[in-house]
């Protein structure tokens, strides 16, 4: 019902940037919550920053400060901007949505298939 794309990631110096992509297509009626989560080898998945419909963020006290969640209702397509990136910020990083689509008028929660960060000299 709803396909997640992600796009932009790679191989970064520490203390560089990255601009991170999700396009959601399908059958969507609203997208009531837009984010990205990120898992490093060895440990769980964490919530990196989330937007919701109204455009209020939230973002992980780790990356206060150095990245961006903004999103284009128009595209249904939200991105991450990175900046001063750490080698801590290594990981898989996940777009997710919160969205009614199809028949159902109920919410539920899809994911990207994962991009790859690297922060490495």
């Known amino acids: 019902q709803v396909q997640l794309v992600e796009s932009g990631g790679g191989l970064v110096q520490p203390g560089g940037s990255l601009r991170l992509s999700c396009a959601a297509s399908?059958?969507?009626?609203?997208?009531?919550?837009m984010g990205w989560y990120r898992q490093a080898p060895g440990k769980q998945r964490e919530l990196v920053a989330v937007?919701?419909?109204?455009?209020?963020?939230n973002y992980a006290d780790s990356v206060l400060g150095r990245f961006t969640i903004s999103r284009d209702n128009a595209k249904n397509t939200w991105y991450l901007q990175m900046n001063s990136l750490k080698p801590e910020d290594t990981a898989v990083y996940y777009c997710?949505?919160?969205?009614?689509?199809?028949?159902?008028?109920?919410?539920?929660?899809?994911w990207g298939q994962g991009t790859q960060v690297t922060v490495s000299s």
């Open positions: 997710n949505a919160q969205a009614v689509a199809g028949v159902s008028p109920y919410e539920y929660t899809y």
């Open positions: 399908g059958t969507i009626y609203t997208i009531n919550a």
């Open positions: 937007i919701s419909s109204g455009g209020t963020t």
